[in-house]
C-alpha cells in the first residue's frame, strides 16, 4: 500500500494516546502516609485510591491519584487530556497524560499525534511542574529523597473503534505496516520493506 493510498483510505478512529513517564524519586515511599498527605492537598473528588494491577500482581499495590484534567494544544489542535500519577513503595512515581483524540479523527491526523507528543514543549513543562508539586506534598512520606536524573518515557496508543467514511466499523486488519510506522516512528516517508520490518 502507498502513502496516496493510506491518504485516501479515510479511516476514523476513536482513541487516545498515552503518555507515560517514570522517575525515580526516592529510596521509598510510605503509601500509606502518602494517601493521607494527597486527600489533603487535592480536590474530594480526586481522592487517592490504592488498587490492584490488572496486568501483574504487586505485593503492595501502587498509589493512584488524578492530578489535573486541562486541553493542551498540538498542532493546532486542542485535546482534552487527564494527567495522573502512581506511586509505588520502592520510590518510583509513574505519571501518565491521556491525550484524548477527538470521536471520528482521520486516521492520519491520530497517526502525527505521536510525533506533536515529543516535540511539544507544553507537556514536558506539564510533566515538569506535577511532579515538583507532586514531590512536594509527599516529602514527609518519603525515605532519602531525590531525583534520579534519568527517566524512563514512552507513548502507548489505544484504538477502541475504527471507521470508514460513512462511520461502519472497521476491523483492524485493515492496518498495516504502511499505517503504523507513521504513527509509531513519526516517519512520514516511505520505508524499505526491511527497515519498516524492524
Request: net charge negative.
Amino acid at each position: 500500500m502507498t502513502l496516496s493510498h493510506i491518504d485516501n483510505a479515510d479511516f476514523r478512529v476513536d482513541g487516545r494516546a498515552v503518555v507515560y513517564r517514570l522517575y525515580d524519586i526516592a529510596y521509598e515511599i510510605n503509601l500509606d502516609r502518602a494517601q493521607e498527605l494527597l486527600a489533603l492537598s487535592l480536590p474530594a473528588r480526586v481522592r487517592p485510591a490504592r488498587g490492584e494491577a490488572q496486568a501483574l500482581q504487586i505485593a503492595n499495590p501502587p498509589l493512584s491519584v488524578l492530578l489535573d484534567e486541562n486541553e493542551v494544544q498540538l498542532g493546532g489542535a486542542n485535546y482534552r487530556t487527564a494527567l495522573s500519577a502512581r506511586l509505588f513503595d520502592f520510590g518510583v512515581c509513574s505519571l501518565e497524560l491521556q491525550v484524548f483524540a477527538p470521536p471520528g479523527t482521520h486516521w492520519n491526523q491520530f497517526s502525527a499525534l505521536g510525533g506533536e507528543l515529543e516535540k511539544a514543549d507544553a507537556v514536558r513543562a506539564r510533566f515538569d511542574a506535577a511532579l515538583d508539586v507532586l514531590r512536594g506534598r509527599i516529602s514527609a512520606a518519603t525515605a532519602r529523597p531525590g531525583l534520579a536524573p534519568v527517566s524512563e518515557e514512552y507513548v502507548v496508543f489505544r484504538v477502541t473503534r475504527l471507521t470508514d467514511m460513512t462511520g461502519g466499523g472497521v476491523k483492524a486488519d485493515v492496518l498495516t505496516d504502511d499505517h503504523l510506522v507513521p504513527l509509531l516512528l513519526n516517519e512520514r516517508r516511505p520505508l524499505s520493506p526491511r527497515a519498516r520490518q524492524e
